[in-house]
Nanobody, 124 residues
Framework: QVRLVESGGGLVQDGGSLRLSCVSSEHPFEIRAMGWFRRAPGKEREFVAAITWHIGNVYYADSVKGRFTISRDYIKDTVYLQMGNLKPEDTAIYYC?????????????????WGQGTQVTVSA
């Protein structure tokens, strides 16, 4: 496991933008993919986006396609989630996660390391 630390959350108005960052405390030799998940109040955790670490293939939940962009900085061991056209229903705690494989990246069970989460609140 590696330690992951998210940052960049905050309060934004409907239609606004935020960029989340997730940095690994160690060079992630064993990481093959990283993902973002979120948990809204009273709801189950859901997949948001994922990226394979070496090739950079990206995957998105239908609810965020065209609005969110996941990317990674291979040198800085950091993954980003650029969020645009935010809506109140995007309000949640956003978690970064790391996986040792590139299979079933939409399933949280595929990830072995998780960050502590960062709050994103979108006001109407």
């Amino acid at each position: 496991q590696v330690r992951l630390v998210e940052s960049g959350g905050g309060l934004v108005q409907d239609g606004g933008s935020l960029r989340l960052s997730c940095v690994s405390s160690e060079h992630p030799f064993e990481i093959r993919a990283m993902g973002w998940f979120r948990r809204a109040p009273g709801k189950e955790r859901e997949f948001v986006a994922a990226i394979t670490w070496h090739i950079g293939n990206v995957y998105y939940a239908d609810s965020v396609k065209g609005r969110f962009t996941i990317s990674r900085d291979y040198i800085k061991d950091t993954v980003y989630l650029q969020m645009g056209n935010l809506k109140p229903e995007d309000t949640a705690i956003y978690y970064c996660a790391a996986s040792a494989n590139t299979l079933v990246l939409g399933d949280g069970a595929s990830y072995s390391s998780w960050g502590q989460g960062t709050q994103v609140t979108v006001s109407a």
